[in-house]
């Protein structure tokens, strides 16, 4: 069944490109746009539409037709400049959804003030994981949601096993917000501060990087 999304999506390095193919492969509309024409050429087969532009033009970028899409990802964030323009372009052509690639805290602090609904650090996060994943430590995803706050995944330790977010105090002893949990590849959101940990559940947490830091051993 064809999704009724559309997506621009605006720079076509190695994240955006990757982006656009997956999005079009889920049957999603996607346009990708870049100032390199032979890139362009290249991903033309692979998306609904592909578009070479100067993304540092704003009246070029506004051009595009950015008030037809439903979410502008923005994948640019080797170029402050393009980045900027592009996130206060999809701003003021009243996008619903921008989602903004960064490369630093800095940065991502620039396009949140500029309009970006969400911000994404695909390198720095990727690195985490690769270390993580080395290290054998117990969080199995850990995601910067912004310079402050991260979302993670852990696997549930063996003193929490077939107690509840209640008994254990969970927030104040760890200073870290219960969002959801997962069993058996299914993700629950409901009856958290009730529901006994298994000792194959995983659970999902919101909180400071400070605080995150603790399940990081």
Same mark, same amino acid.
């Given at each position: 069944?064809?999704?009724?999304?559309?997506?621009?999506?605006?720079?076509?390095?190695?994240?955006?490109?990757?982006?656009?193919?997956?999005?079009?492969?889920?049957?999603?509309?996607?346009?990708?746009?870049?100032?390199?024409?032979?890139?362009?050429?290249?991903?033309?087969?692979?998306?609904?539409?592909?578009?070479? %532009?100067?993304?540092?033009?704003?009246?070029?970028?506004?051009?595009?037709?950015?008030?037809?899409?439903?979410?502008?990802?923005? %994948?640019?964030?080797?170029?402050?400049?393009?980045?900027?323009?592009?996130?206060?372009?999809?701003?003021?052509?009243?996008?619903?959804?921008?989602?903004?690639?960064?490369?630093?805290?800095?940065?991502?602090?620039?396009?949140?003030?500029?309009?970006?609904?969400?911000?994404?650090?695909?390198?720095?996060?990727?690195?985490?994981?690769?270390?993580?994943?080395?290290?054998?430590?117990?969080?199995?995803?850990?995601?910067?949601?912004?310079?402050?706050?991260?979302?993670?995944?852990?696997?549930?330790?063996?003193?929490?096993?077939?107690?509840?977010?209640?008994?254990?105090?969970?927030?104040?002893?760890?200073?870290?917000?219960?969002?959801?949990?997962?069993?058996?590849?299914?993700?629950?959101?409901?009856?958290?501060?009730?529901?006994?940990?298994?000792?194959?559940?995983?659970?999902?947490?919101?909180?400071?990087?400070?605080?995150?830091?603790?399940?990081?051993?």
């Amino acid at each position: 069944m064809k999704n009724n999304l559309s997506v621009i999506v605006l720079g076509a390095g190695l994240f955006g490109t990757s982006v656009a193919r997956k999005l079009f492969e889920l049957d999603i509309d996607v346009m990708i746009v870049d100032k390199d024409e032979e890139v362009i050429q290249e991903i033309a087969n692979d998306v609904t539409a592909a578009v070479q %532009c100067n993304l540092v033009d704003e009246k070029a970028v506004t051009d595009l037709g950015l008030s037809n899409f439903d979410v502008a990802i923005i %994948c640019i964030g080797g170029d402050l400049e393009a980045s900027v323009v592009a996130t206060l372009a999809a701003k003021d052509n009243k996008v619903p959804k921008i989602i903004a690639k960064a490369n630093s805290h800095t940065q991502a602090r620039i396009l949140r003030k500029l309009g970006a609904n969400q911000v994404i650090f695909p390198e720095i996060d990727m690195g985490e994981r690769l270390a993580r994943s080395l290290s054998g430590n117990n969080v199995l995803e850990y995601l910067h949601t912004s310079s402050e706050y991260a979302l993670l995944e852990i696997k549930a330790q063996s003193d929490w096993v077939d107690k509840s977010l209640s008994e254990l105090d969970f927030y104040n002893k760890y200073n870290m917000n219960v969002i959801a949990y997962r069993r058996n590849k299914k993700i629950h959101f409901s009856n958290l501060s009730q529901f006994k940990i298994h000792a194959s559940d995983e659970l999902i947490l919101i909180g400071k990087h400070e605080d995150a830091g603790q399940f990081q051993v």
